[in-house]
Each structure stands twice: as C-alpha cells, then as structure tokens.
Nanobody
Framework: QVQLVESGGGFVQPGESLKLSCVAS????????????LGWYRQGPGGQRDLVAR???????TYADSVKGRFTISRDNAKNRAYLQMNRLKPEDTGVYYC??????????WGQGTQVTVSS
C-alpha cells in the first residue's frame, strides 16, 4: 500500500505562486516510486476532480489546457516526491489539489489533498 501526503497549499492573491509537494511512502515491496506515473488533480466547488498535470515514469508531462505555460509538474525519484509549481495563479485555480499515483501493476493511490485558494 502506498501512502501519499500533499503539502504546500495556501491562500494567495491572483498572480502569485505556490509550489505543491507530494511525498510517497510505503513498504519496500509496494513503493517503487520510479516506476509510478504521477498526477495532480483539482477538485473545485462543484465536486468534480479534474486532471491538472501528469508525469509518467519516463518523465513525459501533460497538462490541462487551463494551466499550460503556468504550471510545471516534476518529480524527484531519489526523494519519492512529486511537485507542482504553480505560477500566475488565477481565482479559477482555487480548489483542493490531490496527488495521485499509479504503480506499474496498475494500482492507484490518492493523497488527502491540500487546499489552494486564490483570491484578492
């Protein structure tokens, strides 16, 4: 079983930046971090959880159109961490951000989420 813990959320004004972090932990048999695909999802007021950014085990990244050019997803396999650098934040970026991992066997895990609020 893989556990994911997000951090780095907060309250910021439009145009500011935040960097989210997700750390993975688990048994030596379940945690093969470098073999995982990772993603960040946002859950807005409507309750739907949408993909924001994704990075594969080989480092290929994809982004939602709404965040292209502003957000950057990255990973540090040595530290079992994934990051989401969010620049030029907008009020519509507000939501709970969740880290998601998919192992090489197809098993998925979610973190508990971190709140991001962008408001003037």
């Amino acid at each position: 079983q893989v556990q994911l813990v997000e951090s780095g959320g907060g309250f910021v004004q439009p145009g500011e930046s935040l960097k989210l972090s997700c750390v993975a932990s688990g048994s030596i048999f379940s945690l093969r971090f470098n073999a995982m695909d990772l993603g960040w999802y946002r859950q807005g007021p409507g309750g739907q959880r949408d993909l924001v950014a994704r990075i594969t085990r080989s480092g290929i990244t994809t982004y939602a159109d709404s965040v292209k050019g502003r957000f950057t997803i990255s990973r540090d396999n040595a530290k079992n961490r994934a990051y989401l650098q969010m620049n030029r934040l907008k009020p519509e970026d507000t939501g709970v951000y969740y880290c998601y991992s998919v192992s090489s066997t197809g098993s998925g895990s979610w973190g508990q989420g971190t709140q991001v609020t962008v408001s003037s």
